[in-house]
């Protein structure tokens, strides 16, 4: 058991490459995972005002602007693993947080959709009933 909560405190578990120089180190402590990773968990946490919003805008637009969020980080990570140029942890920070509010878009747009198929059923399912 104490190798699983173990796992779970270093996010073991999480796929990212835990670079040194990529990733936050307070007191010489490194944190468990890289600044695009972090930023991105932290962008995660739109969801809950997203939930709030997501009745008044329509699936497609808000699928539309979470894709055009998550495009900065994809155009930094490929122009990074090309070689073209070299990245900074502000810039994966910035392109971090903007993608997970992008994912964060996605998420909600899907819940919202699959809340609204539902309800769609019910209503369906009661009809019948009459």
């Not at 796992?7 to 040194?20: D, G, Q, S």
């Not at 699936?59 to 495009?71: A, D, E, H, S």
């Not at 998420?107 to 309800?119: D, N, P």
Request: charged residues 15%.
């Amino acid at each position: 058991m104490n190798q699983y909560i173990h796992a779970v405190i270093t996010l073991r578990f999480f796929p990212c490459h835990k670079r040194k120089e990529r990733s936050l180190v307070i007191g010489g402590r490194q944190f468990p995972m890289c600044y695009r990773c972090m930023t991105i968990l932290l962008g995660y946490l739109a969801v809950i005002p997203l939930l709030l919003l997501a009745t008044d805008v329509s699936f497609f637009k808000m699928v539309l602007f979470g894709i055009l969020l998550n495009i900065p980080m994809v155009v930094d990570g490929y122009s990074q693993l090309r070689g073209w140029r070299v990245s900074n942890n502000f810039l994966r920070s910035i392109t971090g947080l903007i993608s997970g509010i992008g994912m964060s878009c996605i998420i909600v747009a899907g819940s919202t959709q699959f809340h609204r198929a539902i309800k769609g059923f019910a209503n369906l399912i009661d009809s019948w009933m009459i």
